[in-house]
């Protein structure tokens, strides 16, 4: 099994055969091409192998080349061009020298923004850390330094408490991420869910906008 997880919107999108490798990503319509496909299982047992020799920690999967950054038996370590994880992030020009930091705190891991220039997201609905700081690290999380996505793996989990689901939040998100993905023709007023070089409809090219519902 393949995996390929869009770098602009977070989609996982998963595939039996190489040859099945798709080009655009079904949730947003932007370009897969220049993404590196990743074999399920067999990062899965990359990250089981560290678990045996590391304690309390996590993984940062870059989702474009599948370099990782380990972080192991830590309080709090920052992370940037010339900090923690510089063999992999000194490599991409809009992360900076000083982005951002990772914190193990009452059992939970915590991300910060550190001012970086570009920013720091969490989740697939791009949670913005400099103006949400503290956010909670759960397993399996994408974080987004700039638009660079990097797949979060825990190599030992912390405890978490069971929250029961708060449905109104739920129904928020939900209602959030279709703001994402509407899109709309400025020539013929109509609205789609993916965006589109050329208007199904009226068939202008070029006059797709990005709208909230």
């Not at 797949?151 to 708060?166: A, I, R």
Request: proline share 3%; charged share 30%; aromatic share 8%.
């Amino acid at each position: 099994m393949y995996q390929l997880i869009c770098d602009y919107c977070g989609e996982k999108i998963q595939f039996s055969e190489l040859n099945q490798k798709p080009i655009s990503c079904s949730n947003c319509n932007s370009s897969l091409e220049h993404l590196s496909v990743q074999e399920i299982s067999t990062q899965q047992d990359s990250i089981d192998k560290k678990e045996e020799s590391h304690g309390n920690g996590l993984v940062l999967i870059y989702q474009k080349t599948g370099d990782q950054i380990t972080i192991s038996n830590f309080e709090k370590v920052v992370l940037g061009r010339e900090n923690f994880g510089s063999e992999v992030l000194g490599k991409i020009p809009q992360i900076s020298r000083t982005h951002c930091c990772i914190e193990l705190r009452d059992n939970h891991y915590i991300i910060n923004d550190l001012g970086s220039m570009h920013g720091t997201y969490i989740g697939i609905n791009k949670t913005d850390c400099k103006i949400n700081p503290d956010q909670n690290i759960n397993d399996n999380d994408l974080i987004f330094l700039g638009r660079e996505p990097f797949l979060v793996k825990f190599t030992t989990k912390p405890f978490q408490k069971e929250v029961q689901p708060d449905i109104k939040k739920e129904k928020l998100d939900e209602a959030e991420t279709k703001k994402i993905i509407k899109y709309r023709c400025k020539n013929c007023g109509n609205d789609f869910d993916r965006k589109q070089d050329t208007c199904p409809d009226c068939g202008t090219y070029g006059e797709m906008e990005l709208i909230e519902k």
